[in-house]
């Protein structure tokens, strides 16, 4: 009975918030991680693991700084666009489908998401797995769940990230990833990953950091658990024939097709909509002040956003996608 209520005393310290005091000293780091194990431990995570996670985890300053860091300027959609859909880039993805296209087509055909859907998300998100970020998780996860800003967050994902330690599905040193713990060739936090990676060759393990069966799979099921339609496009680019209200842009209002050709919405070589097709789009712009694009975009791109809740981003995936698989 006594270790049941020392128990959920340091429980209650650690949600209560004494943990994430905003006075935050580096050097204090041992004591917040003695009293992390305390809460680690109630939730099920073996004093095994905790002692060989965190054997060698130090403070990072560097991690600080890049979660605070600020763009010195806000980049337009377009160079964003441009960053993107390199040449190098769209070469490399149709090179990367062909060559996995066999198990690409497996887990297209089980999941319902096309094959160059996902490989444009993997071309965005690691350049398609040759770069998946170099910082140790758990050393990153506990810098920022020590850290004041987003302590809450970061400590969930720290729980998540040592049961997948403790379910064996990677080694602590191969354990790496983007500053804030993202992991993996799609990128996923360990939450994400607990909940959505797949073992798709079916081996025990869930490898998101070099099995391409099990990479593809958790992308592909990531976006079938996120409400992806088979067989719907993303969306289009545009053009807009008529003079348009501008209160009619934008990802709050979703209007069907029939809606959209009256308005005077048409496809880039001027032909009109599908408007046989029952779907929901909105209608989104992107301007500099004097370039402007405009695509009518459907569910899917909705979908693709809570990967990734950019607008940039989705639209970049759509396009890569599409230049992809041509």
């Not at 096309?114 to 990153?140: C, D, Q, R, W």
């Not at 909940?195 to 799979?217: E, M, S």
């Not at 003079?243 to 097709?257: E, H, P, S």
Request: charge should be positive; aromatic fraction near 12%; hydrophobic fraction near 40%.
């Amino acid at each position: 009975m006594k270790k049941i209520l020392l128990l959920l005393l340091f429980i209650f310290i650690f949600a209560s918030g004494e943990v994430y005091a905003k006075t935050k000293n580096p050097e204090d780091l041992a004591i917040w991680i003695k009293k992390f194990k305390f809460y680690a431990a109630s939730q099920g995570i073996e004093i095994a693991t905790l002692n060989r996670a965190f054997a060698n985890v130090e403070y990072k300053e560097r991690i600080i700084s890049l979660d605070r860091k600020q763009p010195e300027k806000t980049i337009s959609f377009f160079q964003y666009k441009k960053n993107i859909l390199s040449k190098k880039r769209i070469y490399d993805g149709r090179k990367f489908l062909r060559k996995y296209s066999s198990v690409l087509t497996d887990i297209s055909d089980k999941y319902g998401v096309p094959k160059h859907i996902i490989v444009a998300l993997l071309g965005i998100e690691t350049n398609y797995g040759t770069y998946m970020g170099s910082f140790n998780v758990i050393e990153a996860l506990t810098t920022l769940a020590y850290d004041s800003r987003r302590s809450k967050f970061f400590t969930a994902e720290l729980i998540a990230a040592l049961k997948i330690l403790q379910e064996g599905h990677i080694d602590l040193d191969e354990m790496q990833g983007s500053w804030a713990g993202a992991m993996g060739q799609c990128q996923f936090m360990p939450s994400s990953f607990l909940r959505l990676a797949v073992d798709f060759n079916q081996d025990g393990k869930i490898d998101i950091w070099n099995t391409k069966a099990d990479i593809f799979a958790s992308a592909a099921n990531y976006l079938k658990q996120s409400g992806w339609r088979e067989g719907e496009k993303w969306g289009r680019k545009v053009k807009v024939t008529k003079a348009i209200d501008k209160n009619l842009l934008g990802l709050k209002l979703q209007k069907d097709l029939n809606y959209w050709d009256a308005v005077g919405v048409r496809k880039l070589n001027g032909q009109r909509l599908p408007t046989d097709i029952d779907m929901k789009a909105s209608l989104i712009e992107f301007t500099n002040g004097k370039d402007i694009e405009t695509y009518l975009v459907y569910n899917n791109y909705r979908v693709i956003m809570k990967w990734n809740k950019s607008t940039y981003f989705a639209t970049a995936v759509g396009l890569l996608s599409d230049k992809i698989n041509q």
